[in-house]
């Protein structure tokens, strides 16, 4: 009888915090039961040969929006089939009433049940859900999505009631919302922070930070110069709304005493003006996220609406700031903030067409391109910022975000010399385009491990969906 369900030999791995490190790796049951100098091939019933490449902690891509513009069973299993072959082994995915997703409200009690029901047997990956409390009914089923697993929640301040959203339609019908304002931003964290003293755990609240009345004002200004494209689209949502509803999120966050997470961070005024409330702020618990899409698209060079997203795509000036940022420690974690949005809904002008777009698989590709290969971050520090980080925050660490004794055997075997050119079809995405499309990167996963199971490699899916859902926090 072989000691261990799987060896991994010969590789490279990557310790997050430490580095890279030669060493063989030895799985029993879904989890590492040993990292040694050397193990034998006859140690294991199943070998994964890794010469010549690098082990990676499975990514853990906490920004995710599965089934918002399709049906739920159906995009959670073309989704995460893409981002479990670019080494990605949990997605946290938002969910919330209104428009989209299920198109309905109500309460969770009885809709998160359904969205678990639709979850169940279609993830590749691991999976956990953040929730948004939409109406102020849902603000009193905080404690229960607690207890069900989910210590995350999700605020939209651009959103907000009675004013228009970018879509152009009433935000608050489109939240399905009565009072969707910063009262109702106030309630949710006077309610998180309680939770998180109740449990003595890390509850927390994410925020997109858009103005909506200065979206209304700037949407004014630009249709009437007649501006369309993707830099009309972020001249009508400019960098001064994200910097205004950082500094409001961050007056309520400290005067609550609510754990935030500042998400999708896309300028260089918004990276600043989260750096400065965390400096004002030291002893609070904020956390500053950007994406891979505002790290390496600009609206100079991509062309056309398919890279229309919220906040949006800005210059090649705010796109060196994040990765100053991100070279410099501040940004805590980088995410895909994926929603599958097919072409046909890309049609359309600048201001009717769907916002969003996928990316999970290309986390560890860019990051490793761009980040490692370009721009001389440290393998620890990418590990970190894709899988450590956001398992720490939500949750999930140790048994996710690490390559330790004890933890799951969920990885990516990456080969850091090999280079493809972005194309749709190779995402393994049911998304039909990608705003990728033509970048040349280097470093690209080869194989990924869930709790013990080889699921991709060589190109291909291996197996059924046998992704669980994360109770969080894990045991
Ligand atoms: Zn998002």
Known sequence: MPRYDLVILGGTVVLPGLGPVKMDVGVREGRIAALAESLAASDGGEVLDARGRHLLPGAVDSHFHVGIYRPHSEDARSESASAVSGGVTTILSYFRTGQHYLNKSGPYREIFPEVLAFSEGSFFSDYGYHIAPMTTAQLDEIPWLVEQGVPSFKYYMFYKALTLSADSTRGKDYAMADEYDLGHLYEIMVRVAEAARARKTRVSLSLH????ELIRAFIARVKKQGSTGLRAYSEA??????????????????????????????SAQAIEAGVEVRRRHPGHDMLLETTLHHLCLDHENT??????????IRTRADQDVLWRHVLGGEIDTVVSDHACCMEEMKKGD?????????????????LLSEGVRKRGLSLARAVELASTNPARRYGLFPRKGAIAVGSDADLALVDLEATRTVEAKGLHSAQ???????????GWPVATVLRGR????????QGPASGRFLKRPLA
């Open 209 to 212: 930070c858009e103005n909506p």
């Open 237 to 266: 949502r400019p960098p001064l709304t994200e910097r205004l509803s950082i500094h409001e999120a961050a007056v309520l966050a400290t005067d609550t005493g609510c754990p935030v997470n500042l998400l999708h961070l896309s």
């Open 303 to 312: 062309a056309g609406l398919t890279a229309k997203v919220n906040p949006p």
């Open 350 to 366: 600048t201001w009717t067409a769907l916002p969003g777009f996928g990316g999970s698989s290309l986390l560890y590709p860019v």
């Open 432 to 442: 039909d385009h990608t705003p990728f499309a033509g970048m040349s990167l280097t």
């Open 454 to 461: 080889v699921v991709f490699r060589d190109g291909a899916l």
